[in-house]
Structures are given as C-alpha cells and as structure tokens.
C-alpha cells in the first residue's frame, strides 16, 4: 500500500538538495531515504524522477511514494477489534486482555496482529502491522499501530524523545502510602526467555505513581511511563512491595480474585507526524478493573 506525500518548496529550501528537505522537513531516516531510491515513483519532483542530489527551487512539488508490502507471516483473522481513531497513518485500538499484540507459540492466530491484518485485507489494502506501543497479552487498552515505515519510525522517535506520553491504571496488592517514582534498572533474568528482574547492570527505567484511591488490601494507581522497558510497570511495583494484583509472573496468581493482571492503557498522546497536531485518547478502565472496585467499594 503506497503513502503519498506532497510537499511545496518554501523559500527556506530554495536551491537545497532533496536529501536536506527529506531529513530536514520530512523528518526521513537514512534507511527509508535508501527505499525511496528503489523504485522511480519514490521520489519525484513537479512529476518527474529525482535523485536525492538533485536540486529544488521556492513553489516545486516535491512528492515522495511510502511503498508498502505485506506481512506474510501474519495470518490474517476475522477477530472484532475496537478501532477508537483511523486515518491515513494511524491506527488507536482499544485492545481487549487475553489478546497477545504480535503471534507467538501458541498464539499464531488469535493476537492483535491477526486481527489488524484481517482488517488491512478486508479494506483491499497491504500493509506491514507496525505496533507502536506494544502491550503484554494480558494489559488491555489502548495502544497506536502506525500503518507505514515513515510514521512507526517517526512515533517511534518522539517515544525516544520522551514526547508520546503514555499512561496506565492498576490495581496493586496492599495499601501505597503516597505517590511515587521507581528508578531501578530493569534486565532480563538469567536462563528466562519471558522474567525481568530489577539489577545494577540492568537497563534504566522509570515508572512515576499516583495514588488514585486506596482500598485497605488493595489500592488503584495511575501510572505514567517515562521509559518503556517489557513488564516495565508489573516488575517496579512488585520490587518495591506492591505487586499488581492478578500478576502471575511478579506478584501470586490466583482466579479467585483476579483472571489476569490488573493493567490498563488509559491514555495516549503523541503529535501527528503528518499534520503536527496533538492527539489525545482516554479510556479510564477495562470492565474487568471497573467491577473488581466496586466488589470492594
């Protein structure tokens, strides 16, 4: 599926070459600028073929072609999915828990990445799932997949840089006497594939905490990532006492109480890499969450 994007030379760029306008403007990585090289349609200039040296003046149309394929390794699947935003660029998916994002052993068709590829095919389209924010099987919430390599590398940037904010609810086990912050490094436990463990020579992380409401045993936190490392959250609040409730892996499991971890995506922003505007989504709880409270309520 090709992305077209046009772009008339202000004055600023008069006599530029192209490459200053595509890293400049654009905002384009080396590796996509080689892309672009591949194909005559991918870098054009008031409609004929350019090279990235050649020169631009003040009111050319400069129009670069984003070429697509598809993931072939994605079995496409008819699963529902809760679209929140579309356009263009950008996917916002609400994703339910007991859904992995990418397809693993055992789940090669029942994750997210399925259920996206089912919905490019359904559309006629071909496209690469490129998941911007990828939540654990049993996180719901929300999460942005970018539908071209141009947007997942620029959201994956201002992820780098710390602009796309993201923040999550939970439910922990006991009572959190105020708000916080954890900044302890976070690796890979030794002979696991899956377990993170908190170690010096691990890599930074840093989770900030709001205490919402406490409930006596239990309490609901608003999280805010300023890093984004796997099992980031679940491995933080269990290392400084307070593991989510529901959590298998860092904290005790038990059906009874809680069929996953209490974690919830409930807010995303981040600036259109296209547009330059501001989006902002919020969905404050998974039902699951929402009647757990109020059993205890």
Same mark, same amino acid.
């Given at each position: 599926m090709d992305r077209v994007l046009e772009y008339?030379?202000?004055?600023?760029?008069?006599? =530029?070459?192209? !490459?200053?306008?595509?890293?400049?403007?654009?905002?384009?990585?080396? %590796?996509?600028?080689?892309?672009?090289?591949?194909?005559?349609?991918?870098?054009?200039?008031?409609?004929?073929?350019?090279? #990235?040296?050649?020169?631009?003046?003040?009111?050319?149309?400069?129009?670069?072609?984003?070429?697509? !394929?598809?993931?072939? %390794?994605?079995?496409? !699947?008819?699963i529902p999915l809760d679209i929140v935003y579309e356009d263009e660029d950008v996917l916002v998916i609400n994703k339910p828990s007991n859904m992995p994002t990418?397809?693993?052993?055992? %789940?090669?068709?029942?994750?997210? =990445?399925?259920?996206?590829?089912?919905?490019?095919?359904?559309?006629?389209?071909?496209? #690469?799932?490129?998941?911007?924010?990828?939540?654990?099987?049993?996180?719901?919430?929300?999460?942005? #997949?970018?539908?071209?390599?141009?947007?997942?590398?620029?959201?994956?940037?201002e992820i780098q840089k710390k602009e796309l904010k993201r923040k999550y609810m939970c439910i922990v086990c006991g009572d959190v006497e105020r708000d916080g912050t954890v900044d302890a490094p976070i690796r890979r436990a030794d002979g696991s594939v899956i377990n993170r463990i908190v170690a010096p020579d691990g890599q930074r992380a840093v989770t900030h905490y709001r205490v919402v409401k406490r409930y006596g045993e239990y309490t609901l936190l608003e999280m805010e990532l300023e890093t984004g490392r796997t099992h980031q959250i679940r491995v933080h609040m269990a290392y400084i006492g307070h593991p989510l409730v529901g959590d298998w892996l860092y904290g005790m499991e038990d059906h009874n109480i809680a069929k996953r971890q209490m974690l919830h995506s409930c807010y995303l922003c981040f600036t259109h890499p296209i547009t330059g505007q501001i989006m902002e989504f919020k969905d404050e709880m998974a039902e699951d969450m929402r009647a757990f409270i109020e059993k205890l309520s």
């Open positions: 008339e030379i202000p004055s600023e760029y008069d006599g =530029a070459n192209i !490459t200053t306008v595509l890293k400049q403007h654009f905002k384009i990585s080396t %590796n996509l600028i080689k892309d672009l090289k591949k194909y005559k349609e991918g870098i054009q200039v008031n409609g004929e073929h350019k090279r #990235v040296v050649d020169l631009v003046a003040k009111g050319d149309i400069l129009k670069i072609t984003i070429r697509d !394929t598809v993931s072939e %390794n994605i079995v496409p !699947t008819d990418h397809p693993s052993m055992g %789940n090669y068709e029942n994750s997210l =990445a399925n259920g996206v590829m089912y919905y490019y095919k359904s559309k006629g389209e071909e496209r #690469v799932f490129r998941a911007v924010n990828r939540l654990d099987k049993d996180t719901s919430g929300l999460m942005a #997949v970018a539908k071209n390599s141009y947007i997942h590398a620029r959201l994956g940037e």
